[in-house]
């Protein structure tokens, strides 16, 4: 053990003799807002849009051309995703070239941060109390999707919509499994640190644009 | 501006030199009608943002009580959470480094940086390498430190320090950020708008993260229960700087970590509603491990380094310990009238306002910042506003307290007993014995009540900005007992 970590614990440990949690009060639960699931979709459109974030009601079989749509209006023609995305977006190919991560983003950060102006990912789950949406990104959807690209569009499953972030975690049991990186997404990237106004676009994505799947 | 950044030298003591300055700098500082502007318009702004994110003033007392007992708890277990926190994080693949000092974190931090050979590292915000002024000891060694919060990136730029523990940059307006842009960005085309200069401050900023060898960031929370780092924050460099570098160093202070994960929700909504008045910051961001086989991005090495600078002996006492607690919030700031007024670079220390008045003490010793307890109103704003319940104004008449004590007494706080002034004491103690003897007190009030002409106009520095009071003519006792005795007459 090195001395820095047994000096701390001593001086710690030498002034806690007889002190324990065990004579605190009990924690007193925070009531949860209750919203039936129609509540919840509101809820996390609401707040979204609040945020700046653009929130597109569609069905399923709509993604693909929605994504075509939304590209265009922007005047933009190609779009990075994960693997998993390639067959669901086969369809716009032609008009918009898609192309999947790199094997690996070393070596390859210039053309990312430079020459990718969109990527689309999926998400894990969404949070209506708080209007977030929950990313667990792995080897098929790397974490700088998300990031680097100045347009985010993600695809959110109606039905994966949690009432507050508390019971995200206890149902999903997440303490027993977190991934390398997990991210709570709440609009586009946005800063108030000059003179209190908010500009977006900060560091990562300026658009964030929601994809909400019935 | 660049007057406030030479009163801060550069060595490892800068703060303990500036925080002695305290008296100085306030002068300074309320001389100055721009900073105070600039102050009071951001001020109003964060308190009216936090009165609106808390609609309900029952359940901001159940999530405030229910905060303030899970710090206590995590505190009383500080011990064996942070072991368990740094088995946790070890087996997840990523190192824990200890240091006690300031110097030993930068030593450490140095040496990881260097092994890697890396020469540009990128900074997510981060208030604890304020206090170990990691970017000026990095930058002796030729490495460049480079802050990539706006804000930060702003102080930075300035040569200065954030006035601000969430909005760093709060003491500059447009007009002087654009200012400060014009001389030092090349190619800038003078505007305040606002969109504008963020933009030339992002693409200034991601050429940075894509070329960095190494990042490094605070930490919100750190968990023990899973060994996870949580970061909070708006703009996404928090993200980029842990995830696009190849190594990711996170430096924090033992006291943040959390034993659950279940403890982190409510942690997290009081946290930003204090803060900023949002229900959530944009990214919430929870780092797990260092990137996996097979993954593609992500750093493949992630060190944490754990600093106590003081911190263990804030947790000596009960009452001090409670300073621990703190979530680094500002709302404490945000509502004090001292902090609006006279801004946070006044009081020379990494933290400023009310949090800073009680946790620099131990980080600087009290007799390097014995003016700063002294520098409240006592009015309570701070203590009510708190999201962790830190009873503020107890803790800084305690530390008055501290500073006043004779020599002798067991240690508590580095430097107590700094301010205590024989005189003073021979006053006070003359005091207790006068109002603690029947005899020398009716005495006492005879004699002050008949000799009230003796009274001086002036009494030093009391009476510059009051006029002294003067006994009265005749003490309370006596008109009491001339009232019964008219009483009985009658
Ligand atoms: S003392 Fe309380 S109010 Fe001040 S920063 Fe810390 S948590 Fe926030």
């Not at chain 1, 709570?184 to 977006?200: E, H, N, R």
């Not at chain 2, 109003?44 to 936090?50: A, E, F, H, M, P």
């Not at chain 2, 240091?99 to 890396?118: D, M, P, V, W």
């Not at chain 2, 968990?223 to 996404?236: I, S, Y």
Request: charged share 25%; hydrophobic share 40%; aromatic share 4%.
């Amino acid at each position: 053990m090195n001395s820095a970590k047994a000096n701390i614990l001593a001086k710690l440990k030498m002034q806690l003799p007889a002190a324990t949690d065990a004579a605190l009060p009990a924690e007193p639960a925070a009531a949860p807002e209750v919203r039936s699931p129609a509540q919840n979709v509101e809820q996390f459109v609401r707040l979204l849009t609040d945020n700046h974030a653009e929130v597109m009601r569609i069905k399923r079989a709509e993604i693909a051309a929605s994504v075509k749509t939304l590209l265009q209006q922007r005047d933009i023609n190609q779009l990075m995703c994960g693997s998993g995305w390639v067959d669901a977006l086969q369809e716009i190919e032609g008009e918009i070239s898609l192309n999947t991560f790199y094997p690996s983003i070393d070596g390859n950060k210039d053309t990312l941060f430079n020459s990718v102006p969109a990527a689309i990912t999926g998400s894990r789950c969404a949070i209506a109390a708080t209007g977030s949406i929950v990313l667990w990104p792995d080897a098929s959807e790397p974490r700088s999707l998300s990031l680097v690209p100045p347009l985010h569009i993600v695809v959110v499953e109606q039905s994966a919509i949690y009432n507050d972030f508390g019971e995200l975690i206890r149902k999903q049991r997440w303490s027993e499994q977190l991934p390398t990186n997990a991210v709570l997404i709440s609009g586009p990237s946005k800063t108030a640190d000059i003179q209190q106004t908010l500009a977006y676009g900060a560091h990562g994505p300026r658009e964030l644009v929601v994809l909400l799947v019935e | 501006m660049n007057t406030r950044a030479n009163t801060i030298a550069t060595d490892g003591s800068k703060y303990e030199a500036s925080a002695r300055q305290f008296r100085g700098n306030v002068a300074r500082d309320l001389a100055n009608p721009q900073l105070r502007e600039n102050f009071r318009g951001a001020m109003d702004y964060l308190t009216d943002k936090r009165r609106q994110a808390f609609p309900s003033e029952d359940e901001l007392e159940t999530l405030r009580r229910k905060c303030q007992l899970i710090k206590q708890r995590c505190l009383l277990k500080l011990p064996e959470l942070l072991e368990q926190l740094e088995s946790k994080l070890e087996q997840n693949g990523i190192q824990v480094h200890w240091a006690e000092t300031t110097a030993e974190a930068n030593t450490i931090i140095a040496e990881l940086i260097q092994r890697k050979n890396g020469t540009k590292v990128v900074k997510g915000k981060s208030m604890v390498s304020e206090e170990t002024a990691l970017n000026d000891h990095l930058q002796a060694q030729g490495i460049e430190c480079l802050e990539t919060d706006m804000g930060e990136y702003i102080v930075q730029m300035a040569g200065e320090h954030p006035s601000h523990i969430i909005m760093p940059a709060i003491h500059q307006n447009k007009s002087q950020v654009a200012d400060l842009f014009a001389h030092n960005i090349p190619g800038f085309d003078y505007t305040t708008d606002v969109d504008t200069l963020i933009r030339t401050g992002r693409q200034a900023l991601r050429d940075k993260f894509c070329h960095a060898d190494v990042g490094v960031t605070g930490v919100n929370f750190a968990v023990a229960e899973t060994g996870t780092l949580c970061l909070v924050e708006n703009e996404g460099n928090g993200r980029m700087v842990s995830t696009v570098p190849e190594m990711h160093i996170a430096i924090t202070g033992i006291e943040k970590v959390v034993e659950l994960l279940d403890d982190v929700p409510p942690l997290l909504s009081l946290l930003t509603r204090s803060a900023t008045g949002q229900i959530i910051s944009t990214y919430f961001n929870m780092i797990t491990h260092p990137r996996r086989e097979g993954e593609k991005d992500g750093p493949k090495e992630v060190h944490l380094v754990l600093l106590d600078n003081g911190r263990s002996q804030a947790f000596a006492d009960e009452e001090l310990r409670q300073t621990l607690q703190c979530i680094r919030c500002g709302a404490c700031m945000n509502h004090c009238p001292v902090y609006t007024r006279i801004g946070g670079h006044a009081y020379g220390t990494v933290y400023p306002g009310p949090i800073g008045k009680i946790v620099s003490p131990h980080m600087l010793g009290l007799e390097a910042t014995k003016d700063l307890p002294t520098a409240s109103s006592l009015c309570g704003a701070c203590g009510e506003v708190c999201p962790v319940k830190i009873p503020i104004p107890k803790i800084l008449l305690r530390l008055r307290k501290e500073s006043v004590k004779a020599k002798g007494e067991p240690l508590v706080v580095k430097g107590q007993g700094c301010n205590r002034k024989p005189l003073e004491a021979g006053i006070w103690k003359l005091w207790s014995r006068l109002n603690t003897s029947p005899v020398i007190y009716a005495i006492a009030m005879w004699l002050a009540s008949r000799g009230r002409w003796l009274t001086p106009a002036k009494a030093g520095a009391w009476t510059r900005v009051r006029t002294l009071p003067k006994p009265a003519r005749r003490p309370l006792r006596e008109l009491v007992k001339q009232r019964e005795q008219r009483r009985e007459g009658q």
